[in-house]
């Protein structure tokens, strides 16, 4: 498999437009993962299945989150992609998360190019409420039956916050 942080950059974050790497599928209970070390996508464990992901789950290739990981992603699209799946996605806001006491953040996106929806989605105030709740009681609550309380949902940010957030992640994988 190709590395994708030497292949891919993490897009035009300026323009609003981000690379996208699918790590896990919406509807899945599979928690797949970028192994950075050996440049492969790698089952980590399965979670039950009400713990479900309620959207496709990925990284910006070039980044780092301050959880020493690429910046995650949650990719709104009306049926799942595949891992492995590179996309090129617009930035619609960001949702500021904490993960047992570490930030970790997640950008939301939707494809650049969505004829299904005519390109409608273009910040979190045209993504539907109850989709935004799902999300939040998602992460709020999958890793209730290992580490109760140890997720929380601190906020939703907009574009701009995303941006920066996303810019930042960049300049953490420039230093190391």
Avoid at 132 to 145: A, S, V
Wanted: glycine share 6%; charged share 30%.
């Amino acid at each position: 498999m190709t590395d994708f942080n030497t292949v891919l950059n993490p897009g035009d974050v300026d323009g609003g437009s981000i690379t996208i790497v699918v790590e896990i599928p919406a509807g899945s209970s599979h928690k797949i993962e970028w192994n950075r070390k050996a440049a492969y996508m790698q089952l980590d464990r399965v979670e039950p299945q009400i713990f479900a992901k309620p959207t496709n789950y990925g990284f910006i290739p070039q980044t780092l989150d301050e959880d020493g990981d690429e910046l995650d992603v949650l990719l709104i699209t009306n049926e799942p992609l595949p891992t492995g799946v590179v996309v090129e996605g617009r930035i619609v806001g960001v949702m500021k998360f904490i993960d047992d006491g570490e930030v970790d953040d997640k950008i939301v996106a939707v494809p650049s190019d969505d004829r299904h929806t005519k390109d409608a989605i273009q910040s979190l105030a045209d993504l539907p409420e109850q989709l935004l709740k799902q999300i939040e009681f998602h992460f709020n609550h999958y890793k209730d039956l290992k580490k109760p309380g140890s997720t929380k949902v601190q906020s939703w940010g907009s574009i701009e916050e995303a941006k920066q957030v996303i810019h930042e992640a960049i300049d953490r994988w420039n230093e190391q």
